[in-house]
């Protein structure tokens, strides 16, 4: 018996200090790596900014509308600008990913083979369930690529609000087969009753 409780404690030791090992290499690895490159802020007006200190590029992300609907078309908008002079870079070639896990199964959608002459350029995106989605671009430029990453927050739809280029097509035969069903029902009652007087 003393034999197995042995083994056991052996065993739940191993486990933590792998555990202890993994949590140290991973802390250890995020406080410790150099990041000047990238940087997130938020602006209020709704602008998102990617700093790349690197390569000297500032990515500004804005949609519309600043609240999006499941289903409605919005507008994802990128400026790609030098950072300290904040003239847009020109000749640009862009990649857009859209990720989620929102409806509990990852998606992705991709955008490719983006022009930008003037730095500026925007995609239009359908966002099919509520949830967090990740917006990440690839942005090529003869000096030096520059890779972003923005969230965009699709909240519940109220009550009310849908859209009806969204509706499954078999929500219309559905809702006909119940008004149907509903006229059947009240016509048998009227019938039966006045079958009883």
């Known amino acids: 018996m003393s034999l197995y409780i042995s083994a056991f404690c052996s065993c739940i030791l191993i486990v933590l200090l792998l555990f202890i090992m993994m949590a140290i290499i991973t802390f250890g690895v995020d406080l410790y790596s150099p990041s000047p490159a990238f940087g997130q802020t938020i602006s209020g007006n709704g602008t998102q900014l990617w700093i790349d200190r690197e390569n000297n590029v500032k990515v500004q992300f804005t949609y519309s509308p600043q609240t999006p609907i499941v289903d409605a078309p ?23 990913v859209i990720v989620t896990n929102s409806s509990g199964q990852e998606r992705s ?9 003037d730095g500026d350029f925007s995609v239009k995106y359908l966002f099919p369930d509520s949830g967090v989605y990740q917006v ?19 909240p519940l739809q109220p009550l009310g609000i849908f859209n009806t280029n969204s509706m499954n097509p078999l929500i219309i035969p559905v809702i006909l ?3 149907i069903g509903a006229i059947a029902v009240a016509s048998f009652l009227i019938i039966k009753r006045r079958a009883r007087k």
């Open 136 to 154: 990440i671009s690839r942005i090529y430029s003869k000096d030096a690529p520059t890779l972003s990453s923005f969230k965009v927050t699709v």
């Open 109 to 117: 959608f991709k955008f490719t083979n983006i022009s930008a002459p």
């Open 74 to 96: 919005t507008e994802l908008k990128f400026s790609v600008q030098n950072l300290q002079t904040g003239v847009n870079l020109k000749n640009l070639a862009a990649r857009v």
């Open 177 to 179: 087969v119940a008004v």
